[in-house]
C-alpha cells in the first residue's frame, strides 16, 4: 500500500496506520477511504 501526501500541507496518509482520529482503521488503502474523507491537518479533499 502506497502513501499518499496532501498537497495543500503535506500531511502523510500511511495506510498502516491508518487515521483512527478519523475512524479509518489501520491497514486502509487510500483508495478505500470514504468519499468524504478529508486531509486531518488542513481539511482538504482526497483526490485519487
Sequence with gaps: MERW???VCG???DP???DPDNGVDPGTA???LP???VCPECGA???V
Excluded: I, M, P
Design 16 to 18: 498502516e496506520d491508518g
Design 11 to 13: 500531511y502523510v496518509y
Design 30 to 32: 487510500f483508495e478505500e
Design 45 to 47: 479533499k482526497r483526490y
Design 35 to 37: 468519499e468524504d474523507w
Design 5 to 7: 501526501v496532501c498537497a
